[in-house]
């Protein structure tokens, strides 16, 4: 992605424009034209003005509008999957799944979401007592490029469901995937002005976001990205008073126990690693496992990452495509080298490929301790980190020696003992003999530096509401002493 300025003879830039691009090229996409000041204004006032007539409609049609955008996904699939895999190299196959469900949490909560957000009755003392789930307002949702439609959607379906409208702030490099969000749930009905895209250059992103999260017609924030974008975010919204959720990194370990189906664990965990070309913040990242098993293990996984296909991620039959950018790829390069000279050894990849494109050779590293880059720090790309433990004790430690607490998964024959070393891992969510995956009937979010909140499942759908209470009494004098 680039930024071109143009400024004015007084110095002040008249206009911006982005230019998306290829990555498994390098080749320019579509330039944007970008939303200055006044812009961001124009239609913040705008999705202001329109949340009190969509909150006042009734809920199921709200709910009808969400099972169109459900639809129109499905019958959409292949032109918005092509255009996710255009700008930021995620394999096809992977891209039409990820369209497919956003349809799902768009279907979810077409159908679940009534009930859930329906008055809930309590009896009470008084006459008739209630909570009502009722809309905060405008939401301001940031989201990242690796799910460029999923984190959106699973975002605005709760959050329009519930009667508020909604400002995206994506990331520049998939402008083309905002914008068609934006198209696709105004074709399912949505009133043209609840859920706006803002195009905002790179440079200006920080003020803008402060700009708009310290303005009174801006209620709440979401925001799907890295730990400095996300405290910065929480730390505005905490000057405003105002709700954030949080959804950040992730260094998930994935344990393996001595008694582990290793049949089942090396798939799985080539699945876990490499979803996304590595750049997930759920993937498993740190192996942890068993001395017993682990020679097999490193060996058979070892096989299976040298095997994957890199390439074309417009190719059904690539499994690891391109880095997004291009300074993630030197990231993700510099953590890798760092850890060799630190005594971590590579034991297939470990370099840059010579070609077009931000390419990276899927990797395993072994000999890892605990304070070497590829364990110490989120690696976002095709690079797994093997540690060799003794015992469970010395797998919890080793899962724990991280500040992220988003997802872990446990993998064993016997079911209540991973469970219950998995309940002394700390994490938003803990998967046994599966491979960790948001699910939208399933609360996901994380905790420590992996944030804080909770999206989908019957929490994500109140997520963005007032839990107001109603009561209302008989009428009758109170007798007694006064409490609070």
């Known amino acids: 992605m680039t930024t071109t300025t143009t400024t004015s003879s007084t110095g002040r830039n008249d206009s911006l424009s982005l230019t998306t691009v290829n990555p498994a090229t390098g080749e320019a996409l579509q330039t944007y034209p970008t939303h200055s000041s006044a812009d961001v204004e124009d239609v913040l006032a705008a999705v202001h003005a329109t949340q009190p007539a969509w909150a006042a409609r009734p809920l199921a049609e709200r709910a009808e509008v ?46 679940t979401g009534p009930e859930v957000l329906a008055d809930q009755e309590v009896s009470t003392g008084a006459r008739r007592s209630w909570v009502s789930y009722e809309p ?3 939401v301001l949702a940031v989201m990242p490029w690796n799910f460029p439609y999923w984190q959106v959607f699973r975002f605005a379906a709760p959050t329009l469901l519930a009667g508020n409208t909604a400002l995206l702030k994506h990331s520049p490099n998939v402008t083309g995937c905002a914008l068609a969000v934006e198209r696709l749930l105004r074709e399912a009905g949505a009133p043209e002005q609840a859920f706006r895209t803002l195009v905002i250059a790179e440079p200006e992103v920080p003020a803008a976001t402060e700009a708009l999260l310290a303005d009174d017609r801006v209620a709440a924030v979401s925001l799907t990205g890295s730990e400095r974008a996300g405290a910065a975010v929480a730390a505005a919204a905490g000057r405003s008073i105002k709700k954030s959720l949080l959804e950040l990194g992730g260094s998930d370990p994935f344990v393996v126990r001595a008694d582990a189906d290793l049949d089942v664990v090396v798939a799985s965990a080539v699945k876990a690693r490499f ?16 001395r017993d098993v682990a020679e097999d293990f490193i060996e058979r996984f070892t096989a299976a990452v ?17 880095m997004a950018r291009a300074d ?4 993700l390069d510099r953590q890798v080298a760092e850890s060799v ?9 470990g370099h840059r490929l010579d070609r077009p494109g931000s390419f990276y050779a899927p990797t395993v590293v072994v000999g890892v301790s605990p304070d070497v880059p590829v364990m110490a720090e989120e690696t976002f790309g095709p690079v797994a980190a093997v540690a060799v433990v003794e015992d469970d004790d010395e797998a919890v430690a080793v899962a724990q020696a991280t500040r992220y607490g988003l997802a872990a ?14 309940k002394r891992i700390t994490s938003g969510a803990l998967f046994v003999n599966a491979v960790v995956a948001s699910d939208p009937r399933l609360p996901f979010g994380g905790t ?16 963005f509401t007032n839990a107001r209470t109603y009561y209302v009494g008989a009428g009758a004098a109170p007798t007694g002493p006064a409490t609070e």
């Open 66 to 111: 969400l099972a169109r955008a459900a639809v129109l996904l499905r019958e959409q699939r292949q032109p918005l999957a092509e255009l996710m895999v255009a700008e930021m190299g995620k394999p096809v196959g992977e891209a039409l799944a990820e369209v497919d469900k956003c349809a799902w949490v768009c279907e979810y909560y077409a159908e």
């Open 136 to 138: 905060l307002g405008v």
């Open 275 to 290: 979803i996304n070309s590595g750049q997930s913040c759920l993937a498993a990242k740190r192996f942890i496992v068993h």
């Open 306 to 322: 040298a095997d994957l296909t890199v390439g074309d991620p417009s190719d059904p039959a690539t499994a690891v495509g391109p």
């Open 328 to 331: 993630l790829l030197d990231a």
């Open 341 to 349: 000279a630190k005594g971590a050894e590579v034991r297939t990849g």
């Open 409 to 422: 998964s446990v993998w064993s024959r016997d079911e209540q003992a991973a469970l219950a070393v998995g």
């Open 448 to 463: 420590k530096r992996s944030g804080y909140g909770r999206e989908l499942g019957s929490a994500g759908a109140v997520e």
